[in-house]
């Protein structure tokens, strides 16, 4: 399985980037990828807690899914399993939203956080259970919604 590596650095003391890792009302303004919005989030921030999701596009459709905390070192790591969900978190392919594949696919999300000098970078692996082809389209995803964390921790 492929892994996706991206990492960025932030004019901003690393308990603030935390905090937009685990709160919901920091989630809700940058966790969607570009042209959505964070229609639902919620948190449940402790090992095998859940946090749930939902993008919501222009035309109204709704992508919903969740994730499963597995590690928390607060303000230095953060892992959990993310899958696709219907809107009452069950678990489904990614056919279910007209996507390639018909397994239930988990595949694991890590943030690495460290700081030096008033600038906090951020590593985020993840896993990329699909083939190569859908590389480009995750980077470009992630880096969307990364340019939303960083308006965020511009704002006083």
Same mark, same amino acid.
Not at 6 to 11: A, E, I, M, P, V
Not at 61 to 64: A, L, M, S, T
């Given at each position: 399985?492929?892994?996706l590596t ?6 901003a003391p690393?308990e603030?980037?935390w905090?937009?890792?685990t ?6 303004k940058?966790w969607?990828p570009p042209?959505m919005?964070?229609s639902?989030?919620?948190v449940?921030?402790k090992?095998?807690?859940?946090f749930?999701y939902?993008f919501?596009a222009?035309?109204g459709?709704?992508?919903?899914g969740r994730?499963?905390?597995q590690?928390?070192e607060?303000?230095k ?6 899958t696709?969900t219907?809107p009452?978190g069950?678990?489904v392919p990614?056919?279910?939203y !007209?996507?390639a594949?018909e #397994?239930?696919?988990?595949?694991l999300v890590?943030?690495s956080?460290?700081a @030096? *000098? !008033?600038?906090t970078?951020? #590593? ?6 699909h083939?190569?082809s859908i590389l @480009? *389209?995750?980077?470009?995803?992630w880096?969307g919604?990364?340019?939303k ?8």
């Open positions: 399985m492929t892994k991206l990492k960025r650095s932030f004019s690393i603030k980037v905090e937009a890792l709160s919901v009302d920091k989630l809700k940058w969607c042209g919005e964070s639902h989030i919620s449940d921030f090992k095998d807690g859940v749930r939902s919501k222009s035309d459709k709704e992508f919903w994730g499963v905390y590690t928390i607060p303000t790591f953060l892992s959990f399993l993310d696709f219907d009452e069950n678990p990614s056919s279910h !007209g996507m594949g #397994e239930i696919i988990e595949a890590e943030f956080l460290t @030096e *000098d !008033g600038i970078t951020m #590593e985020m692996v993840g896993d990329n259970p083939d190569d @480009e *389209d995750m980077k470009k995803g880096n919604m990364f340019d964390l960083e308006v965020l921790l511009t704002e006083a």
